[in-house]
Each structure stands twice: as structure tokens, then as C-alpha cells.
């Protein structure tokens, strides 16, 4: 039993329920990518896809975050390759514009496909 009396509940992983999903270990290297995962990067990246490209003013207003947050997690998805971003001048005001890269449409795809296999594997219960 866990501190304080409740017991600890397995996930269905840890249970050998969802041992597999069709192509993936469920938890072992080819997991869900959690660059991906994480809720802000998934708004961004869900976003752009059905987006040819978006300003950083546009992704910040439709994501309904701050300039800092959207920052952040913007230079990780372009570190991984998955983002594109271009900066120009509109005048004499800066602007920011991203894109996603074929890497990032290919790991979206490859992150949806696994999120409806658990879903297929949860329902089959």
C-alpha cells in the first residue's frame, strides 16, 4: 500500500494490458514522442498543420498563451526540425512566421496514429 493507506493503481501499461500497440512498445522506445506530447507543443504543431504557416501573434492569440510560453516551446519543436521559422520585417515591424517541416508533419502523424491505437486498444477492453 501506498503512504497514507490508498493503494497505488497500475497504469494499463504496467498492468501488461496495453503491452503492445500494433508497431510500438506502449512505454518502451517508441512511445509517444513527448517533444509532441507536451500540451502547448501538441496546440502548435496541430495548428500549423492545418495551416500552410502562422505569425507568432496568430499561434499566440489561437493558443491563448504568452509571449514567453509560446517562445519556449516553439524553439524546442525548431530544434527538433519540426518547426521552420522565417523572420522578416512588415514594414518597420518585426515579424515572426512559422511553418511545419515535413519531420514535424511526419511525427505528428506517427503521434496521432499511436494516440488511435490506444485508443483502439482501450475501447477493446
Given amino acids: 500500500m501506498a503512504k497514507g493507506g490508498a493503494a497505488r493503481r497500475k497504469t494499463a501499461a504496467e498492468a501488461g494490458e496495453l503491452s ?3 508497431g510500438r512498445a506502449v512505454g518502451g522506445a517508441q512511445a509517444l514522442d513527448r517533444l509532441i506530447h507536451e500540451r502547448m ?3 502548435i504543431v496541430s495548428a500549423l ?3 500552410e504557416s502562422l505569425t507568432f501573434n496568430d499561434l499566440k492569440r489561437l493558443l491563448a498563451t504568452t509571449d514567453g510560453n509560446l517562445s519556449v516551446h516553439a524553439r524546442k519543436l525548431e530544434e527538433a526540425g519540426y518547426l521552420a ?3 522578416y520585417f512588415e ?3 518585426p515579424k515572426t512566421e512559422f ?3 515535413a519531420p514535424g508533419r511526419q511525427a505528428l502523424e506517427r503521434y496521432l496514429d499511436h494516440m488511435e491505437a490506444l485508443i483502439r486498444a482501450t475501447r477493446d477492453r
Avoid: F
Wanted: one cysteine or more; glycine letters at 12%.
Fill in 91 to 93: 514594414g518597420r515591424l
Fill in 99 to 101: 511553418r511545419l517541416t
Fill in 41 to 43: 507543443r501538441l496546440g
Fill in 49 to 51: 498543420a492545418v495551416n
Fill in 20 to 22: 503492445e500497440v500494433p
Fill in 85 to 87: 521559422c522565417t523572420k
